[in-house]
């Protein structure tokens, strides 16, 4: 099945300082990845969608100056938190979708997510 | 504006039956998916259902009713690893996925 690996799992940095974090699609091309905040005991909400070799789309509200993403290859997207304060703190998840499924889903399959501590 | 309703938090008694209601008004539609989620944990793919109709997959089954904007996902033979969250997700007219809140389920021996 469709595997996607996120790294890394938790990290905490201080403040002003930048953290990057990585998704990559193990066993399939994905032209597509998405990055999503979750913020404690609140659903998914979309930052962006990263397409391969072109500039993420951001969703209303996110600066892309501050999370930056590169899609470099079929396999890789990163997010990069720069300048990070506190209020960033919170639980990054990529996905990705290998295409359609079956029926015309496209599925997405997420990474473990990222759980960044600011300090 | 687009819209998905379901509710913030269900309990259920280990070995019984719950049903989890999602109500949608999107712009329209291309599918619905059912995720579930594990507390600090990245959600996993349970059901999709494009058509009208009920979709069984063991002990969880996922139903759709476009004409009610209506779906509903059923748990059977609820176990303890059962609790978890569940996140209702619409795709609308430009395949963009519509997240639900979620349900948080809560599982009692």
């Known amino acids: 099945g469709a595997v996607v690996s996120q790294h890394p799992s938790r990290v905490i940095c201080k403040s002003g300082t930048s953290v990057k974090i990585e998704c990559r699609s193990l066993d399939f091309q994905a032209t597509t990845m998405f990055w999503y905040r979750q913020f404690p005991k609140q659903s998914l909400m979309l930052m962006a969608t990263s397409n391969e070799g072109s500039k993420a789309t951001y969703e209303q509200g996110v600066e892309k100056d501050k999370f930056l993403i590169n899609h470099a290859s079929l396999t890789l997207s990163t997010l990069t938190v720069t300048s990070a304060h506190p209020e960033d703190s919170s639980f990054y998840i990529c996905s990705a979708t290998r295409g359609t499924s079956g029926g015309g889903a496209n599925v997405l399959t997420f990474g473990a997510g990222s759980r960044l501590t600011v300090l | 504006g687009q819209n998905i309703d379901q509710p913030t938090e269900m309990t259920a008694t280990e070995g019984a039956i719950v049903q989890i209601n999602c109500t949608y008004q999107t712009s329209g539609f291309n599918g619905l998916f059912w995720y579930q989620q594990h507390a600090g944990e990245a959600p996993t793919f349970l059901s999709y259902?494009?058509l009208d109709g009920l979709e069984e997959k063991g002990r969880f089954s996922s139903f759709l009713s476009r004409s009610k904007g209506y779906s509903y996902l059923l748990l059977k033979e609820l176990q303890m690893k059962d609790s978890a969250s569940y996140l209702c997700?619409?795709?609308?007219?430009?395949?963009?996925?519509?997240w639900g809140a979620g349900t948080k389920l809560i599982i009692k021996p």
């Open positions: 997700a619409v795709t609308d007219s430009n395949y963009q996925l519509i």
């Open positions: 259902n494009v």
